[in-house]
């Protein structure tokens, strides 16, 4: 692995999540193509995506910027699943699965913004 992010623990779940956040909406009708379902796959990619791009960051507090977006991207994907729920258009184990998923992100992506906080400004993180 050449880049920084792909020895992250949490940027593998985070892509796991948007994996499987994929392959359930190929279930949703074809009237949420547009509308839920594109909006809980950019929210489940914008998570890998923040924190793949906050890793290359110069300072740990950039870092922990992005990993700030990336938890709020998570959340955004819980309350999309419970958008799909309601609409019944998400079956229960589906959305346990990803709900689980989400929690051990925001989990994950908080203990690491605390420890980016232990480590000091001029030293290198996660190499």
């Not at 547009?34 to 300072?59: C, H, M, P, W, Y």
Request: with cysteine; hydrophobic share 40%; glycine share 0%.
């Amino acid at each position: 692995m050449k880049f920084k992010f792909e020895k992250l623990v949490v940027w593998q779940q985070a892509l796991d999540l948007s994996m499987q956040v994929h392959l359930i909406t190929k279930k949703f009708p074809k009237d949420e193509m547009f509308v839920l379902s594109s909006q809980i796959k950019r929210a489940a990619d914008s998570v890998s995506l923040n924190i793949a791009e906050g890793s290359t960051s110069q300072s740990n507090p950039e870092f922990s910027r992005f990993l700030s977006i990336a938890l709020r991207s998570n959340i955004e994907v819980v309350a999309c699943l419970h958008l799909a729920k309601s609409r019944k258009i998400i079956q229960d184990d589906d959305f346990n699965n990803i709900y689980h998923r989400c929690h051990q992100l925001l989990i994950k992506i908080t203990a690491l913004k605390t420890s980016l906080k232990r480590i000091p400004v001029n030293e290198p993180h996660l190499e």
